[in-house]
């Protein structure tokens, strides 16, 4: 099996933690040069250091937020000067906040659109000329499980995502001819402060503690336990590699069984 990615080089964006640091650990493990991209640029060195270097790979960094597309771009176009090509583009970053959809107001969903769906189509646009040249190209979008299922107390996350995977699924298509694949992962309930935080603010509001609520959220999966960020990393670095060639336009749960569709 090739899992080997030397010479390629990946942008991995909300890449200072949780699950987005976890796929750029993986991914420097099978070889490749990465780059960071987040918008704490300490944390980002303190980051990159840590990074593996068995094949002498460069690792670098970019500072970038996600509220601002038109930062994120110029970000990519100044790496780009110096890295040709980037292979392979890890879309990433934090969810919208929870709250009903009703009472969610309409500005919510502007914001998560432009953090999400306009940010992903700015670096597509950017990095897919390359790829193209390269013969070579990996899009992984990290979204969530519920573009099968919505999760309740998610409603702009809900919408949000599903955009993000109609997009992701009609670029697939279009941009299959070139060999460039593009993938959705979904995580389920992973140890990260995202999930942290919802299990918080549902712990406050059915007067539980927080840890108490992850139980209970650990009893819903299959599995019986809450997922490690490095399980989610390996199998979107995997979506990256050579050995996965022929695997395009897909949603892969990385949820412990959790869904109950197919």
Known sequence: MDLNLHNKTALVCGSTQGLGWATAQELALLGANVILLARNEKTLQEKLSLLAKANDQHHSYLVADFTYPQQVQQAVRTALAEHSTIHILINNTGGPAGGSILEAKP???????????????????????????????????????????????????????????????????????????????????????????????????????????????????????IGKPEEFGAAAAFLCTPAAAYINGINLPVDGGRLDCL
Not at 150 to 157: I, N, Y
Not at 166 to 187: C, F, H
Not at 196 to 223: D, H, I
């Open 107 to 225: 500005e919510s969903f502007l914001q998560g659109f432009n953090s999400h769906l306009i940010c992903n189509q700015l670096l597509v646009q950017l990095l897919v000329p390359g790829m193209k040249e390269a013969g070579y190209g990996r899009i992984v979008n990290v979204i969530s499980t519920s573009v099968k299922a919505p999760l309740a107390g998610l409603g702009v996350s809900n919408t949000i995502r599903g955009a993000v995977a109609s997009w992701s699924k009609t670029l697939a298509t279009e941009l299959g001819p070139w060999g460039i694949t593009v993938n959705n992962v979904l995580p389920g309930y992973t140890d990260t402060s995202r999930l942290t935080s919802l299990a918080e603010s549902r712990a406050q509001k059915e007067g539980k503690t927080a840890e108490e609520v992850k139980q209970e959220m650990a009893q819903g999966v299959p599995l019986r336990r």
